[in-house]
Nanobody
Framework: QVQLVESGGGSVQPGGSLRLSCAAS????????MGWHRQAPGKQRELVAR???????NYADSVKGRFTISKDNAKNTVYLQMNSLKPEDTAVYFC???????????????WGQGTQVTVTS
């Protein structure tokens, strides 16, 4: 199984930047599509960004052009670079490994514990 640990959250001013990291343990990291989700108080969790094992990416409309998801397979780490941050970006951000089928096997996904991002003046 893969275990995920996020880091890099904090408090920044509007217009500032943060880079979140998600470190994975286990020997099957590269097969998983990886995503960043966020959940603000009183709201449902939403997908922010996603990257496939082949490197294809997609983003929520609300963050497109401001956030960039990337990964380093050699380091078993996925990143979320967040620029031009807005107060509405304030949320707990979660790293996610999606469960997938590979060959005849199914590999269950997992979630990190979350890291708080606060954007305020």
């Amino acid at each position: 199984q893969v275990q995920l640990v996020e880091s890099g959250g904090g408090s920044v001013q509007p217009g500032g930047s943060l880079r979140l990291s998600c470190a994975a343990s286990g020997n099957i990291f590269t097969i998983y599509p990886m995503g960043w989700h966020r959940q603000a108080p009183g709201k449902q969790r939403e997908l922010v960004a996603r990257i496939t094992s082949a490197g294809s990416t997609n983003y929520a409309d609300s963050v497109k052009g401001r956030f960039t998801i990337s990964k380093d397979n050699a380091k078993n780490t996925v990143y979320l670079q967040m620029n031009s941050l807005k107060p509405e970006d304030t949320a707990v951000y979660f790293c996610n490994a999606e469960g997938i089928f590979s060959g005849i096997r199914y590999y269950p996904g997992s979630w990190g514990q979350g890291t708080q991002v606060t954007v305020t003046s």
